[in-house]
């Protein structure tokens, strides 16, 4: 098994053949996840705590449902409603936490660095669900097992994100992964909306939606980050949507089997079409949510076999 890791914090930290490992051992959870009884004693024993200091329906409901099937004890934490608001600092509660031994802690938060600074203070695995602009690498996965599940591979492809690249830590880890899976990623949105330091990442740069659509094989909308804005970032959403919103006639421009993600939630009429985000000989994006559920219950399932591993060695975890 080609994954050692304590934490799952980020792609940047994985290589291609982890990459691998995650996705082959998602896909059995995929089947799993689709027999009448979905059940696993995979974390059976295990407690798993979810924090979000941020609001989150898709995210929070995949790593619940995830743990439970697994066998999970799961815990949601009411983060709004915790001790955080009444002036305790970050370290504070992750000390608190681990005075109650988790095994398994799944973490959002809105600032870059957060999980990974908590990570260091806690005994237990712990897994990124997303921090800040930084990253959110089990969305990343779960687009990576829907595109190789659709094009049967997640190599050399040429897969186009749009929209919101700026504020988005989903843009950043699908180009990491996608980068170390040796595809062809190309960047399609308005200058106002791609980060400052475009020229490090190594992308073709598109305004044009047209131009940036071209032959591609797989099309990635991603939501306007309203919450991240601290501007006028874009002139109104009427104008957005007719220059940078994909529609029927604008997805024409990509390959015939060109498949359309977004990670959700969507703005229709904004970001994408309704029908054609309802389109299911093209749209992919309820298979992403499926996608979801599997990839959690894999990275969540390797980080208990190292956990328990560690612990059969005698090394604290």
């Known amino acids: 098994m080609s994954f050692r890791a304590k934490h799952l914090l ?3 930290q994985l290589s291609p053949e982890e990459i691998e490992t995650i996705l082959n051992l998602s896909d059995e959870y995929v089947d799993l996840n689709r027999r009448q009884v979905k059940h696993s004693d995979a974390l059976a024993g295990l407690t798993q705590i979810n924090m979000f200091f941020e609001n989150s329906t898709r995210t929070q409901a995949s790593f619940e449902l995830a743990g439970k099937r697994l066998g999970a004890d799961v815990m949601n934490m009411a983060m709004q409603a915790s001790s955080v ?7 504070d509660t992750a000390l608190t936490l681990n005075a109650m031994h988790p095994d398994l802690l799944v973490v959002r938060h809105p600032h870059s660095g957060a999980v990974e600074l908590l990570a260091s203070k806690v005994n237990c695995a712990v897994l990124n669900a997303g921090d800040g ?3 959110h690498p089990t969305q990343a996965l779960l687009d990576a097992l829907t595109i190789r599940r659709k094009k049967g ?3 050399r492809l040429s897969i186009a994100i749009c929209g919101d690249i700026a504020h988005s830590r989903v843009a950043r880890s699908n180009l990491i992964l996608l980068g170390k899976m040796e595809n062809r990623v190309r960047l399609v949105g308005p200058p106002t909306l791609m980060p400052s330091q475009i020229a490090e990442l190594g992308v073709e740069v598109f305004d044009d939606m047209r131009e940036g659509l071209k032959d591609v094989d797989v099309v990635m909308m991603l939501r ?3 919450e991240r804005m601290d501007g006028g970032f874009i002139p109104s959403e009427r104008e957005y949507y007719h220059r940078f919103g994909l529609d029927a006639e604008k997805l024409s421009y990509a390959k015939q089997d060109a498949i359309v993600m977004h990670p959700g939630p969507m703005n229709r009429g904004v970001e994408i079409d309704g029908l054609l985000a309802d389109d299911i000989n093209r749209s992919v994006i309820q298979d992403q949510v499926e996608m979801g559920v599997a990839v959690r219950m894999a990275a969540m ?4 076999r190292n956990l328990r591993a560690s612990s059969d060695e005698g090394v604290m975890v």
């Open 10 to 12: 980020s792609i940047e």
């Open 85 to 91: 608001k009444k002036g305790e600092t970050l370290i």
């Open 133 to 135: 602009r930084h990253e």
């Open 153 to 155: 591979r997640l190599h």
């Open 224 to 226: 306007l980050q309203r």
């Open 301 to 304: 399932d390797l980080l208990a």
